[in-house]
């Protein structure tokens, strides 16, 4: 059996369930549950936030408006991916909720740094601040937050889109814990810095979510391998199996979130089946890693690469000319 009637062996799993227990429909459905909750509370803050002269409460309520539209973003972004591949979009539209969980991630930065502008303005030129009114709005906020935050804790966390969502929504209740207690300092003491304190807080918690969210989905849009992943310890691992006797064009990246792909060229020795040595290599890669959508092409060694040579020399007549990225065999080996 030739080369070529080994080449290009598929693994797709099983179905591919990538839903973790939680159906996308019921994503939708407590998505928007939350959705409602913010937006009705989001325009009373408004108000009480212009009449209280209170910048804590207005950057709560402009952080709330992120995280209604991080929520409208990631109900359109589910509805995207759940349309299946077509014409020139092989995937489908999957990575849409990268997107999203990206813009999620650069809504909240750009948002800290306008709030955090606004709370040394007044940490230098404080406005009066009406501290009860504060108080009992930052304490109702809580509540709404809370039960937004459970709504979207219910829906499948594993995907970064709705990890951004939620890192919003939580993002939040942090910021009206932080207002409440600044509404009280100012109520009690009279200390009107105390709110854009508060703020400046809350500002650090956004630039650590934000950041987070930016750089998962710039690794998947960069096609860089799932965190847990190192490729070369993989590479090493397929080439230790006994008929393998070199791995090269490795590539480990993820489609979106929680599905991981893989695809290598396997050498094997002359003798070797092809076909059961790309069926043990999946069982490994999906036992030991979790990744089932692979694409394996196996061939048979050429006798003159199985001559060892000089160490670091590669043989003249290599399989690939260029190969993409380190070259796994047997032995020590540069990575």
Same mark, same amino acid.
């Given at each position: 059996m030739g080369a070529q009637d080994h080449a290009h062996g598929h693994a797709h799993g099983h179905g591919h369930d990538h839903g973790h227990g939680v159906a996308a429909n019921?994503?939708?459905?407590?998505? +928007?549950?939350? #959705?409602? #909750?913010?937006?009705a509370f989001m325009a009373i803050e408004v108000v009480i936030g212009i009449v209280a002269q209170?910048? +804590? #409460?207005?950057?709560?309520a402009a952080h709330m408006l992120t995280d209604a539209v991080s929520i409208v973003l990631a109900l359109i972004a589910m509805r995207l991916a759940a349309r299946p591949a077509r014409g020139g979009f092989t995937y489908g539209l999957k990575r849409a909720e990268i997107l999203s969980a990206q813009a999620n991630g650069l809504t909240l930065l750009l948002l800290a740094v306008w709030l955090a502008y606004e709370a040394v303005r007044r940490l230098l030129d404080p406005p009066a601040v009406e501290g009860g009114l504060v108080l009992v709005t930052a304490l109702a906020g809580i509540v709404v937050n809370v039960l937004a935050a459970w709504c979207i804790s219910k829906a499948n966390r594993t995907s970064l889109n709705v990890e951004g969502a939620y890192q919003h929504i939580l993002n939040d209740?942090?910021?009206?814990?932080?207002?409440?207690?600044?509404g009280l300092i100012v109520l009690t003491t009279g200390f009107v810095q105390a709110d854009a304190i508060a703020t400046l807080v809350v500002v650090a918690l956004m630039v650590k979510a934000g950041y987070g969210l930016v750089r998962e989905s710039g690794r998947i849009l960069l096609e860089a391998a799932p965190a847990h992943v190192d490729p070369d310890t993989v590479g090493d691992r397929l080439v230790a199996h006994g008929p393998v006797t070199e791995v090269h064009d490795l590539h480990i990246w993820t489609i979106t979130s929680g599905e991981a792909a893989l695809s290598a060229h396997v050498l094997v020795e002359p003798e070797s089946d092809c076909h059961a040595v790309r069926r043990d290599l999946e069982k490994l890669l999906g036992a030991d890693y979790g990744i089932t959508h692979t694409t394996l092409q196996v061939d048979h060694a050429q006798e003159t690469l199985l001559r060892v040579g000089r160490a670091g020399e590669e043989p003249e007549d290599a399989h690939c000319s260029a190969p993409h990225g380190p070259v796994h065999r047997e032995g020590p080996h540069h990575h």
């Open positions: 019921a994503d939708r459905r407590w998505l +928007a549950i939350a #959705l409602s #909750l913010i937006c209170s910048l +804590a #409460l207005i950057s709560d209740l942090f910021a009206f814990i932080g207002t409440a207690v600044a």
